[in-house]
């Protein structure tokens, strides 16, 4: 077990003698203000039980130290520390990397499929120069915590997804390693693989309807997904800080994709690093616009990504990008 201490303990030191003050109570200490002192400042960050007793040893006996810990947690001036553990477990199991068998690409149907199949899709243009510099764009991506209602059109939605994800002026279409999608993307990916997949739920973009939409990155251009064409994806957000947006841009990864073998439970954290690479390409393409944009995690995952007609949790939703106007903006 980890502790720490509660946010609202206080330590008081009076000559040899220390109290603890802890939601109404007080923990009296008698002759331990050396004890009390060595443990906070060793709980400067949570530890395990057994560390702290080891370090404290030099300050009193084990008997001294394992009474005064028992009564701090009874008094729940220090409290268990579970989520430190549980994430560094969950790293480690992704440390082991693999050589491991690579499906062909011919066995991924279902993202070939979403990469290159449906009806009727929107063909979406690409991206004219903006004029402006990567200095600029750096200086002015900025996290938008206030939208405003107003369109946006084709064109803008339509730049954004192609600097930030477009592979169809990137190099040839074949797949550049086996078990990846075709052609080159425009952010790195482990043993370029690909496993994050793009939906697209345009809000309030002129000329196309609110839905999800898979976005085909070689073909450039939006397909309707397996989700029902009334969800709103706004319904399925924690909070109604990106309400006003104009279009979000979902990051999907699919567990079920064979190709994922190759590098064992890493292949979990390599996907998470490539969701984070696109996401940023998102948000400075948007910003080259002149855009406003906010990443967004705080989402119902399991409602949101059967929303957005995938099979929770094998295809989970792991991140969204909001993109629209920032209230106050002027219009053009």
């Not at 693999?98 to 149907?109: D, F, I």
């Not at 969701?275 to 616009?289: D, E, I, K, M, P």
Request: net charge negative.
């Amino acid at each position: 077990m980890w502790l720490h201490w509660a946010q609202e303990a206080h330590a008081v030191i009076d000559g040899a003698d220390a109290t603890v003050d802890v939601a109404g109570m007080t923990v009296v200490l008698p002759g331990r203000a050396a004890l009390l002192i060595g443990l906070r400042d060793l709980l400067r960050e949570p530890r395990p039980v057994e560390e702290i007793e080891q370090q404290l040893r030099a300050t009193g006996s084990a008997p001294l130290v394992a009474e005064t810990l028992r009564e701090l947690m009874n008094s729940q001036a220090l409290v268990p520390w579970a989520l430190g553990p549980e994430l560094a477990q969950l790293h480690q199991e992704t440390v082991a990397g693999g050589a491991g068998p690579v499906a062909s690409p011919m066995l991924e149907t279902g993202r070939m499929f979403r990469e290159m199949g449906g009806g009727h899709g929107v063909q979406l243009p690409y991206a004219r120069e903006t004029g402006v510099t990567l200095q600029e764009v750096l200086n002015t991506r900025r996290s938008c915590r206030a939208f405003r209602r107003l369109s946006l059109t084709v064109e803008q939605l339509g730049g954004v997804l192609s600097l930030a994800a477009s592979a169809g002026g990137n190099g040839p279409p074949s797949p550049k390693a086996p078990g990846g999608p075709p052609a080159h993307r425009p952010y790195p990916s482990g043993g370029a693989l690909y496993p994050v997949e793009i939906l697209v739920y345009p809000a309030d973009v002129r000329g196309i309807a609110a839905r999800f939409y898979n976005y085909q990155a070689l073909a450039h251009r939006l397909v309707p997904s397996a989700a029902k064409a009334d969800e709103n994806l706004k319904n399925f957000l924690a909070e109604d800080t990106a309400n006003e947006a104009a279009f979000f841009v979902l990051l999907f990864l699919d567990f079920t994709r064979l190709s994922l073998s190759k590098y064992g439970k890493k292949a979990y954290r390599l996907a998470l690093l490539e969701a984070g690479h696109l996401a940023q390409n998102v948000l400075l393409a948007a910003a080259a616009f002149r855009l406003a944009a906010l990443p967004l995690c705080g989402f119902d995952d399991d409602r949101l990504s059967r929303a957005a007609g995938l099979r929770y949790p094998d295809q989970p939703v792991v991140y969204v990008l909001a993109v629209g106007s920032a209230a106050g903006d002027a219009d053009e």
